[in-house]
């Protein structure tokens, strides 16, 4: 099944008001930047974006133009703030949910990884130990008071664990070193990131993708992303941006 399209607006036409996002990324490594601009120049509103490890942070360029925009509306992440006092004065994303305008959700890395990958294999909840004993055994980590949601906890061989529900998006947007046709990927390095956990957790996969070969090119043990769990793949050229790390 052919699964590419060549334009990236028509790739993301059905990306309504009110979607979950996935946006996979590691600060700045495997941000799929292409299919971000795309979504603001389609300038779809009351969005949700959920990460993994500060991709938001990696594309603070747009970044600040979904928050100028008034796309967004809630964004779930590990690391979604500058470290620094100065620069979170100067940043639009921070000052725009220090007053209550956009909703930041919390968790940690690796339990946003497994919520993922509960919504994949089709499980509505996992009990975790990550977290016990802090904040994050109290309620949901959120900027918004009435969001606090308290979280159940449950004891098993006299271990405490919290119980976190599965993390299933309506669309991931994900980037890929090299693709092929029937939606196969393969990430470089530390580009692969939450990419392949939130490709196989989204309800529909769009992939941006630099290198676009013939199905049976990739070598079949380099496929990290299968194509069954991907319905769209962009080709997309290689892009210079700036690296803003904290």
Do not use: W
């Amino acid at each position: 099944m052919d699964k590419v399209y060549q334009k990236i607006e028509d790739a993301i036409a059905d990306v309504n008001d009110g979607a979950m996002i996935a946006v996979a990324g590691f600060f700045a490594c495997g941000v799929p930047r292409l299919l971000l601009r795309a979504l603001i120049d389609k300038g779809t509103k009351n969005l949700t974006l959920t990460c993994g490890c500060g991709p938001m942070l990696g594309a603070s360029e747009e970044l600040n133009q979904l928050v100028k925009n008034k796309q967004l509306k809630k964004v779930i992440d590990s690391y979604g703030l500058y470290r620094s006092a100065t620069k979170g004065k100067e940043d639009p994303f921070e000052q725009a949910i220090r007053a209550g305008e956009l909703e930041l959700e919390v968790y940690p890395m690796g339990t946003l990884a497994e919520k993922y990958r509960a919504a994949a294999a089709g499980v509505p909840a996992i009990y975790l130990p990550t977290g016990v004993g802090s904040v994050v055994e109290q309620s949901t980590v959120t900027n918004i008071p009435e969001n606090r949601i308290p979280k159940e906890t449950r004891a098993f061989n006299g271990k405490t664990y919290v119980l976190e529900l599965a993390l299933k998006p309506d669309f991931a947007f994900v980037h890929a070193h090299t693709g092929d046709r029937e939606g196969n990927l393969k990430y470089i390095k530390t580009a692969r990131n939450f990419n392949p956990v939130m490709a196989a957790a989204a309800k529909v996969t769009i992939a941006e993708v630099e290198n676009m070969v013939e199905p049976g090119v990739i070598d079949p043990d380099c496929i990290h992303t299968a194509g069954i769990y991907v319905k769209r793949v962009v080709p997309v050229p290689r892009i210079d941006f700036k690296v803003s790390i904290d």
